[in-house]
C-alpha cells in the first residue's frame, strides 16, 4: 500500500464511499455537495486510486 495527500479534492461520492466504509449512513448529494463546498480545507489519503481517509477544516461563525 503506497498512501499519498491530495488537497482539496473529495468528491460526493468518495465521501459516501468512506462513510459505508465504517458502516455510517450515506448522506443527500445535495447536503454533501454544500457541506464540501464551505470547508476551509480537506485533505485525502488514496491508495492509487481509491480513497482511504479524509480530513476536513471547517468553521463556525455566526452572521
Known sequence: M????????LTVDDFNSLRE????????KLQIE???ARGIYCI???DVN???G????VAYCLV
Do not use: F, I, Q, Y
Not at 2 to 9: G, I, R, W
Not at 54 to 57: H, S
Open 2 to 9: 503506497e498512501v499519498k495527500l491530495h488537497d482539496n479534492c
Open 21 to 28: 466504509s465504517v458502516g455510517w449512513n450515506t448522506e443527500l
Open 34 to 36: 454544500r457541506s464540501l
Open 44 to 46: 485525502v489519503a488514496k
Open 50 to 52: 481509491k480513497v482511504v
Open 54 to 57: 479524509m480530513g476536513r477544516g
